[in-house]
């Protein structure tokens, strides 16, 4: 415990809604008295208002407002899991057998300082403004914290319970099934909160830069209207739906190291 | 084994024979942490060694358990030189070292499972092994739900599980507080009475030597360790730490400690 003044939980709770309150009014002041243009800023009452509209409305973007947030989430999805499905599994291997990590690693280590943002570009040649593009670029962002978090992890398994296993007579892959990978398998748990960190960012450069639907290209498209009613919608949905994302990663994660734990 | 007292026909389950190990740090140092070291355990023996901290008791056990070579001398195990680990020989450490992720019988079968024995029998022998060290009700317990005492339980059923003959156990009661360990001393004396094995037991506690050996081997206290005496212990068993030749014993190896310490 810090030496810091404790508030009480109850209290706490009441402070941070009042300064979110203020926040919000301040705002509401600053646009409603003039003091900036609104070509610059919405007051959050016209945002609210747009909220509503958009839920049914598809003008000026192309889609109503649970289109855009549905693009974004399979997008998110599919490469998410994608990268965990694949990184994870080669983060081990890797980690275990030299041949492997001597074949992976080169191409690895070169890919990885590359910011995935960067394959952006290259994802509109290959795959066009799309779906495939998105996922590609996510999958990127999220494959190496998954490569690398298991590859650490199998790198931190206990070397005496290796040598006993293997005083046992343990093969090779018994000795990775029965010990590595479950050694491994804290390090993986803190990989999904980072991958779905980038991965979350990377969808968002995607869509702003190469997209036809999605919270991102919503955003993009406020730019291009002069709308930032229609750009602090997306970004507020982009918050929202984050958040939620990262909380049901939590919550998987918290089981997966209870059932680990017990 | 019944036939306690049968002749003894020269034949050694544990022999080093002029056993030097040095290790190097970089270019130049080299360390010399065992310096021509004999020790013999026959069959069914209970074998101490005995020295101060950081005298060479650890990597004398790596020796002998085929993790690691010698740099001048031989290891025999057997009959046979050391060459690599031998799964007769079960090791129980220093610090504890179970599987985390397993449960007690988890960890007991662990061995048997990877030297391919059916499940049906593993589970017999972790059964039996988990009543011989006194577990029973605790079979399903993870290791971080475990006292230390009942870790080191744990690691002495792994390895008669693993069917090793030949026990080595490094300081197992090293991190108990005083009461457990006199009692797991104890235990350890029933555990070998019931089913004997040939053991080797390091220690710095001159106490516990005496109280469980049958011959007490001190090293030097600094590196390298070197042997210095070499003590039979013929108090009948079950030994009390109040008995006279127990105590005589005791201040005899106390003296002696002191100087070469
Ligand atoms: N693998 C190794 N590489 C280099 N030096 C080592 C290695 N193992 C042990 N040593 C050195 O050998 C010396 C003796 O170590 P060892 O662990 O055998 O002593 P010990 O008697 O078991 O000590 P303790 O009572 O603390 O358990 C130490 O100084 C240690 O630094
Ligand atoms: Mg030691």
């Known amino acids: 415990m810090n030496g810091r003044e404790q508030v009480k939980v109850k209290n706490l709770f009441w402070i941070s809604f009042l300064s979110i309150l203020i926040l919000i009014l301040v705002w509401q002041f600053i646009v409603s008295s003039g003091i900036v243009p609104s070509t610059m800023l919405d007051s959050p009452l016209s945002v609210i208002r747009l909220f509503f509209d958009k839920l049914t409305n598809v003008n000026p973007d192309g889609a109503t407002l649970g289109a855009h947030v549905l693009a974004s989430l399979q997008a998110i999805l599919l490469g998410y899991l994608l990268a965990l ?115 979350w960012t990377c969808l968002v450069a995607a869509e702003l830069l190469a997209s036809d639907v999605g919270l991102g290209y919503l955003i993009t498209m406020g730019r291009r209207l002069l709308l930032p009613k229609l750009v602090i919608l997306g970004m507020l949905m982009l918050g929202v739906t984050g958040f939620i994302i990262g909380y049901i990663v939590d919550k998987i994660e918290r089981h997966l190291v209870s059932g680990l734990r017990r | 084994m019944e036939e306690a007292n049968r002749d003894i026909k020269e034949a050694y389950k544990i022999e080093c024979i002029n056993v030097s190990k040095s290790y190097n740090y970089g270019e130049k140092t080299e360390v010399k942490v065992l310096d021509k070291v004999n020790i013999k355990a026959k069959e069914n023996e209970f074998v101490v060694v005995l020295g101060p901290g950081q005298s060479g008791k650890t990597t004398l056990f790596r020796l002998i358990a085929g993790f690691e070579r010698p740099t001048a001398g031989e290891v025999y195990v057997n009959d046979k030189k050391v060459a690599s680990p031998n799964p007769k020989i079960g090791f129980v450490f220093q610090k504890y070292m179970l599987f985390p992720w397993k449960t007690v019988i988890g960890n007991i079968e662990m061995g048997p499972k990877l030297m391919g024995i059916s499940k049906k029998k593993r589970r017999e022998i972790a059964n039996y092994y988990i009543k011989l060290v006194g577990l029973e009700g605790f079979e399903n ?108 014993l005791r201040e005899e190896i106390k003296n002696n400690m002191e100087l070469i310490l």
């Open chain 1, 85 to 199: 499905l694949i990184g994870i599994p080669l983060g081990l291997l890797m980690g275990w057998y030299a041949v492997i990590d001597g074949l992976v690693r080169p191409i690895f280590e070169l890919v990885r300082p590359i910011p995935p943002v960067a394959w952006i570009p290259l994802a509109i040649f290959w795959f066009g403004i799309g779906m495939t593009g998105k996922v590609y670029i996510i999958f990127i962002g999220g494959l190496v914290p998954a490569v690398i978090n298991a590859y650490t992890g199998v790198l931190m398994s206990n070397p005496v319970l290796i040598q006993m296993a293997k005083t046992y007579g343990a093969s090779k892959w018994q000795i990775f099934k029965t010990i590595c990978i479950p050694s491994a398998l804290p390090m993986i748990f803190g990989a999904l909160q980072v991958a779905l960190a980038i991965c």
């Open chain 2, 141 to 248: 317990y993870y290791p971080n739900q475990l006292s230390g005492g009942m870790k080191q339980r744990v690691g002495i059923a792994r390895s008669y599980a693993n069917n090793a003959d030949i026990l080595l156990l490094d300081e197992p009661f090293g991190q108990l507080d005083a009461q457990t360990r006199m009692f797991m001393e104890k235990e350890i004396m029933r555990m070998w009475n019931q089913e004997k094995k040939t053991v080797c037991f390091v220690t710095n506690n001159v106490d516990e030597a005496v109280f469980l050996a049958d011959r007490i081997i001190c090293l030097e206290g600094k590196l390298p360790g070197r042997v210095n005496k070499i003590y039979n212990v013929d108090i009948p068993r079950p030994r009390e730490f109040t008995d006279i030749p127990f105590i005589k």
